[in-house]
């Protein structure tokens, strides 16, 4: 296969069908994704059957088991994106909006319409379900999509691609509007980041590898995070009864999450009353512990086994681990433990536990994260969650989209003028 031809050939296509989609009525976008999710339900032995042989082939590779997790799909798991279609489906389609109209001395009246951004690649590595919430959220904000999955989710990828096609031939739409890359050749990806005359933005979804050669490479804007570091801080003022449920879902609902808690901070004043039972929930559940040199003494008094406790490096403080490991650090208040956060923290997802206004307020306003959170798991930090329906990606960048990025995410605003025959004098 000549790849840089295949590539060119996409992208014409989907410039052609982006523009067919930024006309095309709501009904018609809410009639193919409506007829995606039935053709999920409808094809859901299938679906499985052929994450199955991925699967068979990544444990055969060595794949390793945060990636495992990720590319696993269960009867759950394609119902939930069923679900996540519809919901798409039911969302207000932002495409054509008209905001912030306001009359000028001149007579004209001046505002912002929103509008697709044309054509997104995206690229991104196992989870499968990524096909079809990137299918859904581009096709209801009116833009094609490029779609180059992991060779890890190959089977799985086409099988969910051949449910979008379908959905789109019933409602209507143009074929080439979502299209799946089908060859696992590399150089593809390099000539997607490298057509901006075709594609308008990327969106790299996979580890901090991918994300770097992404951001190093495109001639595309990209809309990415890089690292997924995120800190719990237990504050002087928590509710005792609410530490340990938190820290537990944040950390062990599952590792190999962006949204997953890698790092925990405790105030001074009341680590001794609460670090020993997180400490024993977090051993219980296999957890290993890097702990700065306090944290470490006060949890060898409560009895941690010597296996789950292993002193903190500095690189611990930044890293994320998917896996059963966290960083614990007890700092001497609010004041250190933002201070330790926007030094550390990758800028994707924060919490505060607290029954204090005044540092919870604080805490929202100071930390410099895409999403930051009162008395809430780090897990909620999700677009399904988040009533998007499903989610493209996280961004942790400031410009155009910060945070889980939906419909509005893929859009951006033109400026629009109605006049009444007003010239400019």
């Known amino acids: 296969m000549d790849i840089q031809n295949y590539m060119q050939t996409l992208g014409r296509q989907a410039r052609a069908a982006s523009r067919l989609l930024a006309a095309a009525s709501s009904e018609a976008k809410n009639t193919a994704l409506l007829a995606m999710a039935a053709d999920i339900r409808a094809r859901a032995a ?26 696993t799909l269960t009867e759950k798991g394609v119902e939930a994106i069923a679900i996540g279609l519809e919901q798409v489906a039911a969302l207000p389609d932002p495409v054509g909006e008209i905001t912030d109209v306001k009359r ?8 912002k319409m929103r509008v697709p951004l044309g054509v997104i690649g995206i690229i991104y ?18 833009n094609a999509a490029i779609l ?29 509007a979502v299209q ?5 050749d590399r150089a593809a990806v390099g000539a997607l980041i490298t057509m901006p005359e075709f594609v308008d933005v990327i969106v790299p979804r996979g580890g901090k590898g991918l994300i770097e050669r992404i951001s190093r490479e495109s001639r595309v804007p990209v809309i990415k995070h890089l690292d997924g570091n995120c800190h719990v801080y237990v504050d002087d003022e928590a509710d005792p009864a609410r530490i340990v449920p938190i820290v537990e879902n944040s950390k062990t609902q599952r590792y190999g999450t962006c949204n997953t808690a890698e790092s925990l901070l405790v105030s001074r004043t009341v680590a001794d009353l609460c670090l020993p039972a997180i400490g024993t929930m977090l051993a219980g559940k296999g957890v290993e512990m890097r702990a700065c040199p306090e944290s470490l003494a006060l949890l060898t008094e409560a009895g941690i086994a010597a296996d789950k406790l292993v002193a903190a490096t500095e690189q611990d403080w930044s890293e994320e681990y998917l896996g059963p490991i ?21 800028g994707h997802t924060e919490s505060i536990l607290t029954e204090n206004y005044t540092n919870a307020m604080r805490f929202l306003r100071e930390v410099d994260s895409a999403s930051v959170m009162v008395n809430a798991s780090t897990r909620f930090a999700d677009g399904f969650e988040y009533g998007l329906g499903a989610e493209i990606g996280i961004s942790t960048d400031k410009i155009h ?13 033109k400026w629009i003028v109605f006049g009444n025959g007003e010239i400019r004098r």
């Open 401 to 413: 989209a910060r945070g889980p990025v939906g419909l509005e995410g893929l859009t951006s605003q």
């Open 46 to 71: 299938t679906l499985l059957a052929a994450n199955a042989q991925d699967l068979e082939a990544a444990r055969r590779s060595g794949l390793e088991p945060s990636m495992i997790d990720r590319l």
């Open 148 to 176: 180059r999955g992991g060779s890890e989710a190959l089977h799985c990828n086409q099988a969910i691609a051949e449910c979008v096609r379908n959905g789109l031939a019933a409602a209507g739409l143009p074929e080439h």
């Open 125 to 142: 590595e196992a989870r499968p379900n990524v096909t079809a919430d990137a299918a859904a959220l581009c096709l209801k904000s009116g």
């Open 104 to 111: 000028r001395p001149s007579g004209i009246q001046v505002g």
């Open 180 to 184: 799946v890359v089908d060859t696992t």
């Open 326 to 346: 966290i960083a614990v650090k007890i700092v001497a208040g609010l004041d250190e433990a933002i201070e330790h956060i926007n030094t550390y923290s990758s």
